[in-house]
Structures are given as C-alpha cells and as structure tokens.
C-alpha cells in the first residue's frame, strides 16, 4: 500500500514572535514493513537554522530556528511512504506471553537489550498493580502473547470512552485510566501502563492513520489524524507488533508511523519554545492520501 | 577577658582525630602548629579568631539557606585550626580520586551511547532507567575531548579504621571552592610564620587551573575563546560563588536572559551588540539549561542552547547528563566501574551501600533502620536524610513507608564514626566530626586540587557536616614532599 501524507501544522499568534526554536518529528521511519520513499518538511517563514539528526530511538528530528519576527508559523510536511501488510502466526501459536517477559529480564533473547529499554518506568508512564491487575485478566498464565494483547486492546477499546474534553496532552497516565476516558494519546498509555507493569516491553508510537469514508461519499481531504498508539515485543521471531487501542485493531497497512519512543514525551510531533506571540490559535489538518 | 587554648585537656574520645595519633601524641605535620597554638599568650588565639570572623564579614562571604527565616545570607562559619594532609597520604588519596574520574566518565560516555556495562549485565539496567538523572536529551551527544565532567567535588571521609571512602561524587554542579580559597586566605594571615614553615602546598592557582580547563573546551577554530559562567542569579545559594569565580577567572557572570541562540551560535548581549561564546560554565542544574530540551517552564535557561551544544558550536562544563553517575545508588557500582573499564583495582573504597531497589538490601535496611543512615538518591545538600541513631521512632516509621513505596528512591550506609579535628569551642578545644571535599579538574589532564574543603559540623556529635545543615569549615593543609613540590609562602601584608 503507498500513501501520500501531507500533515500541516499551523500556528497564528495575536502578537509578533521575535525568537523560535522547535523541532519537529514528521519524518516516517523505514521499519520492516515501512519505507519512506520521499519526504519533505517546508517551514514557513523560512528558518535561519536547520538542522537534522536521529535521535536515540533513532527517529528522524529537525531541529529549526525562526530569529525574524512573524505572526505566523506554518509546518508542511509532505511524504510518499510504502507499508506492507503485517505477517504474523496464527495468534494462538504464538508464545506463552511469560516466555517474552522472561527472555527480555534474563537477557536470553536476542533482541533483549533495545526492547528492555521499554520495560521501565518512562516520565508519563509508571508502572503501578492497579494496570498489572486490569492486564492480567486478558494475561492469563501461559496464554499466547498476540493473543492475549489483543484482547487486552479490545478490552480497552470497550471500556474506555473517546472524549476528546477529558483529558489534555499533560493528563497522568493513572488518571486517564481511573476515569476511563480520554483520547489515542491516553489509551496508548494505558495500555503501555498494562504491559510494562507485567514485565513487557512496549512502545508508543506516533503517526498517521488512513481513515475510510463511509461508503458513497468521498474521501474528506485533510479529515486524518494524527494518531497514536503501541507496539508489543512478542520476541526476536515475531518481533514488535503494533496495536491500536483507540480503533481495537492488530495495525497493518492503515497506520503509518512516524516516531517510537517510551511515551508521548519522546515523540511529540511539534515542539519547542517562542517568545512574544500573546494568544495563539493551533491548526493540525493531516492528508493521508492512497497512491494507486 | 583573656583565655588560654591549649591542647592539654583535648579528649580523643576513641575517635580517630586528624591532628593526633591513637596515643595522643601531635602528628608530624601538626606538631609545629601545635606546639605554636600551646605557646601563645593568653588571649591572642581569641584574637586572631576575632580578626578572621570580622573579615569574613567584611569580605561578605556568605551563602545561603533555603527556606531559612532570619534571611537567606549567612555568614560562612569558619574555624581557625586547619585540617592537615601527610604528603604521603595525598599521594595516596590524589591517585584514587584521578582513577575514580577517568571511571566515571568512561561510564556517563557509554550510558548516553552503547550501555555496553549495562549489556553487560555489571549495573542492572533497571536501576539506570528508573534514574531520575537520566536525561533522554543527551543520549548520542559527544562532549570535547569525550569529557563529560570537568569540574567534580568527591566527598571523602575517614572512618574509625583509619582508611578514607569516598562518601558521595558529586559531578552536577559542585559548590564549595571559593571557600576554599578564602580560607587559606584567613589562615595565612592569622598564622604566618606556622603555615610557612609546615610546607603547605597552594591552592591559590585554582582559577588559573579551571580557566585553562574551559579554555581548553573551546570549539577547535576559536583560538582566543570566550568564556563566561552562567549562574541563575542572586537567590541561588552558592551566588557567592559564582561571582567570585568569575571575578578571579576574569570571565563574564552571566544570567540565562543574557544569552540567545543566534544563527546557531551561542551570543551574549553585550552594549556593543552580540558577542559569541565558546564555553559556558554552567552553574545551573541540567533541567534549566534550555526549555525546548529539559523543563519547559524554566525561566533561567537558553532555548536553543543543546542544539549549539549538540553541533559543538559552544562548550558546557560540565556536559549535560552526569547526574546520572552522581546518583546515590549507582555510586554503589562506582567499584564495579573500575574494574570493568580500566582492569584495576579502586584504590579508594566505597562506603558499603545498601540499594533499596535490591530486595535482600531494602529487607536489612527496614531492619536496622535505627542504625543506619538513609539517603534519598535524587537530594545533596543534606536534605532528604535520615541518620538512624539520632532518630526518633517516628521519624523511622516515615522513612520506611518512603522506602517501601518507592525503594528506587533509597539508599542505607552504616554509620560512619567520622574523624575529628581540634575545633574551638568557647575557651577550650574540642574535636568535632569532618568531611573533606577535594576538587578534580579534567581537562586535557585531571589535576586535583591539594586540598579541598574540610567541612565541620559544629554542633557537638553530629555527623552531618553540610552548610545548609549547621556545618562550618576549616582550611586543609597538604604537606608538600620534602623537596620537588612547590609550597605556599605567607607573606606578610
């Protein structure tokens, strides 16, 4: 499947900036079942910096400066991406979820050292027994890991509410969770809250989702999301596998990500720091357009 | 009223003291200062005492306690008889420290890269990633010269056995050395012809040493760098310090609203206009550095500023991240360290160190609560502690509701019997409990101050030797080798 991905980013301020340092993180990763084929980033009005680097997880930054005054910042990035359709066993032979936890803290798989990383504690997601509990009614014992998140995604998906007026970017993880509401940002967490307090490595992941019109009407253009959700470290054999909490899913070739990290913090698609502007107004229109 | 202090009547109390061996007899480098306190007139050590605290008023060496209500500033609390080092002893002490360093920097290089000691399986992995200190932004980074930390303060102690540990390495943003400086200063005038003739090796040239430190930090094209010190202003309290530095050092003192990120340059608002600068030394936690990469809500730092760090377009001593190798309960692996990345054995020994997170340890620590101290593994300063002997019961019921809801967040050691020096109280000697802070400078070479600072907790038996805690200092000699080490002279003013 290739898709045409425009994501723009607007920021219109009721006073002039003088100085404006940001980063942004647009760039979709080459992965086993994704590749980049070309992508631009245009910032509007033109930066005095520009700089690009990967960061730890290995995410694509770029890092820019804006030192002229403006009233308005404008990020367009555009990028022409391949996914390929996710292969996986059939979920019941996959391995007993306890076998992963346990290749993973004994240093026995062969992937262990990366996918550890995202076992810990992370700043908006600590690990606490009330997710362990609500996790283990899906994680029974020597249940198939695929399987068993799955479940645990469909679960969430059932008994959390999507509002978009209950929670912000800064809501706890462990309050999403007790109200039970919240949006892709906070269902992500939780679920991330649920495997990593059982002992399982898993990473949140940003990017963009495809979303179909209902059927007779035609695509909206600039109606996608920017979306979130998670991978799950099923071992070296099958490796991280992708699940969307928000739309109940295994991911295959409607999500394309862009970044992975610990949480939300690792990967925030635009931030950074300006000076002057009084009132601002955010704007995000995101195109997620099928190449045939 | 006119008073005699001797030593005659000064009580060991089963302590090791630094002045006096077990026997009570003076040791060698402290007999003549001895010997010389004996024989003064009646009345003139008070003197002398009271000329040093009246210019220490005057020269307004101060620091500052948070949360205090009789005001922040406080005059530095300073007692006249110095602590005094044997050469052969600082030989000893100086090695250990310069290979505790080079350890601990090959450590911060791998934890922001490879985590190849992690991988390794010799610091568990978990213990690194639940580090508060950890900071994702200066993952991949690569500091000049491969150096993170620059500037370090260790703390060290001697214990009733005679050996010396180190307590703490403290590798953010160690405070301390002005003191230093001044004490030696006050002591040069209140005993001349005695600290001439004991061979006391200078510590005078510390900033010339530091300057040269950053000087040496400075993006290779610069060849007349510049240099400033960036403090977070007047309520900080080691400001003092900060001003003092860099008056000696001839720098810029700097506030993060005097820097801005200019064409991916770091510049100073100067009357004539932006000026670059090549190397900051930042006196300001890693959280407050820049906005975009640390806190956001700081008011006291430069955005923009890891970016230029990042292209090593400006310099920052020390490097981002080194928390991290200052955290309470990595410390305990500092052993491990050694023998992992240089194959040889620590020359100076840890204090033993219980990690809460270690479910054996954090049982024996629950256990003995009443005779250990407890150390929260994020605090300095002395806050955040708990010294079991001198607890209530209360107190320790707190701290192991702490301990067992978050044991990350704690480390226990045994309570140590700290050595005393001769310290004057009222009209006659008594020996209180000491630390000794010794500053390493790592540059194109690590060079260690001789000396350091020796800070006294005044209060009769406590052990904790902090200034925001009621502690004071004294002025450390280090006795120069007989004949190839250079010697401070006092003159006369």
Known sequence: MQYKITHTTT??????????????MMTPRNDSRTRCESHRIKIQPTPQVVERREDYFGNLVHCFSIEESHRQLKVTATSRVTVEAL???????????????????????????????????????????TFAEYAAESFSP?????????????????????????????????????????????????????????????????????TIPPPGEPRKIGADESHAWLSIFCGSEIGWVDVDPTNNCICTTDHVPSAW??????????KGVFLGGGQHELTVSVDVEPLE | MSQTHTFQNYELESFCDELFDADGRPRPGASLLIETINSLPPGELTRRKSAIDRALLRMGITFAVYGSEEGTEKIWPFDIVPRIVEAYEWSHIEAGLKQRIRAL???????????????????????????????????????????????????????????????????????GVSYVLQNRLLM????????????????????????????????????????????????????????????????QLVEGRDLAVKDGFVCMRTTGGFERVDVIYRRIDDDFLDPEAFRADSMLGVPGLMDAYRNGRVALANAPGTGVADDKAIYAYVPEMIHYYLDEEPILPNVPTYVC??????KYVLAHLDELVVKAVNEAGGYGMLVGPHSTADEQREFAQRIEARPRNYIAQPTLALSRVPTVVDDHFEGRHVDLRPY????????????????????????????????????TWVVARTDDEAAEVATPL
């Open chain 1, 87 to 129: 292969q996986l066993p059939p979920l019941p032979e996959t391995p007993p979820w306890e076998t992963i936890r346990d290749a993973v803290a004994n240093a026995a798989d062969a992937d262990w050292f990366p996918a550890s990383l995202t076992t810990f504690d992370s700043p908006r997601v600590l690990r606490d027994a």
């Open chain 2, 440 to 475: 390493i400078l790592y540059g194109e070479d690590i060079w260690v101050l001789p000396g350091g600072l020796t800070r006294v907790a005044l209060k009769k038996g406590s052990l904790v030797v902090n200034s925001s805690q009621g502690g004071g200092s004294k002025d």
């Open chain 1, 261 to 270: 990290g610990r949480d939300y913090g690792d990967v925030t698609p635009l």
């Open chain 2, 357 to 362: 997170a270690r479910e054996e340890d954090r």
């Open chain 1, 11 to 24: 920021y219109q301020y009721a006073d002039p900036v003088s100085v404006c340092h940001s980063r942004v």
């Open chain 2, 188 to 251: 040069k005038r209140s005993f001349p012809q005695v600290f001439s003739a004991s061979r006391v090796r200078p510590v005078i040239d510390y900033p010339t040493r530091l300057y040269e430190t950053l000087r040496c930090l400075a993006p290779g094209h610069v060849s007349e760098p510049t240099i400033v010190l960036l403090t977070p202003g007047i309520y900080n309290s080691a400001y003092y310090e900060h001003s003092f530095l860099a008056q000696q050092m001839g720098i």
């Open chain 1, 142 to 210: 020597a249940r198939p890991i695929v399987e068993a998140a799955a479940e645990l995604t469909e679960r969430i998906n059932h008994d959390f509410t999507y509002d978009t007026t209950a929670t912000t970017v800064a809501t706890p993880t462990d309050e999403a969770f007790q109200m039970r509401k919240g949006v892709c940002q906070d269902f992500a967490h939780v679920q991330i809250a649920c495997l990593r307090s059982l002992g399982l490595p898993a990473r949140y992941v940003s990017g963009y989702l495809r």
């Open chain 2, 105 to 175: 920097n090959l450590f911060i290089n791998d934890v922001y890269h490879e985590q190849e000691i992690l991988g390794d399986g010799v610091v568990p992995r978990d213990l690194l990633e639940d580090a508060k200190s950890i900071r994702e932004p200066c993952r991949g980074l690569n500091p000049p010269r491969g150096v993170w930390c620059h500037i370090t303060g260790t703390d060290l102690v001697r214990h009733s056995d005679g050996a010396i540990y180190v307590l703490e390495d403290n590798m953010r943003c160690p405070s």
